[in-house]
């Protein structure tokens, strides 16, 4: 008797979580594109902004960076944080060690071999020569460099330097102070 209503407990508890693979996979694909930054090309980018005006959020990162890997899952993906980046920013992925040829503000940009590894000219030119990574590097309207931000940075930090630059605080109150009396209301501490 006892072995029937284990079998019992284990068929009923077991149909109740039964889905198709197909299902598991649309239902986790949902779920990460309404909890996660929906990045953008370069290109694409490019494209939207001259269509409708808005500032540009690069996060420019390399495959074998481990701070970058953990930003992604622990800052990118805070559900909140996510969706005011997306509402904010064309959000763009960069990959600093990319190969493909890119353009930005009428020059043509390349990759450079450097000893085993190598480099994307647009992104030395846009971290100032200061490859380190992950870092995230905001842009105007106009695609003018207002700042970069190095380092990785939690959900918290992130959303206050988010905040800063969508709402245009950069131009009127210095960091510091916006630092000081800004308040979450996106991401819990």
Known sequence: MKMISVM???????????????????????????EAVKWLSWEQAVALSQKEKKKILLNV??????????????????????????????????????????EYKGKVYKYVKNGQRGYHELAAELLKGRLSFPTVVFLDEDMDVIQSIVG??????????????????YKKTPWSTYQATYRPVLVSD
């Open 8 to 34: 019992l407990t284990v068929l009923i508890v077991g149909s109740s979580f039964s889905f198709t693979p197909a299902q598991h996979t649309q239902k986790l694909l949902q779920q990460d594109n309404s």
């Open 61 to 102: 990162y390399t495959d074998w960076c481990g701070w970058c890997k953990r930003m992604d899952k622990a800052t990118f993906q805070e559900p909140n944080l996510a969706r005011y980046i997306n509402d904010n920013f064309y959000p763009v992925k960069f990959d600093a060690e990319q190969r493909a040829e890119m």
């Open 152 to 169: 990785y940075k939690t959900p918290q930090q992130f959303e206050r330097i988010a905040t800063y630059f969508a709402g245009g605080h």
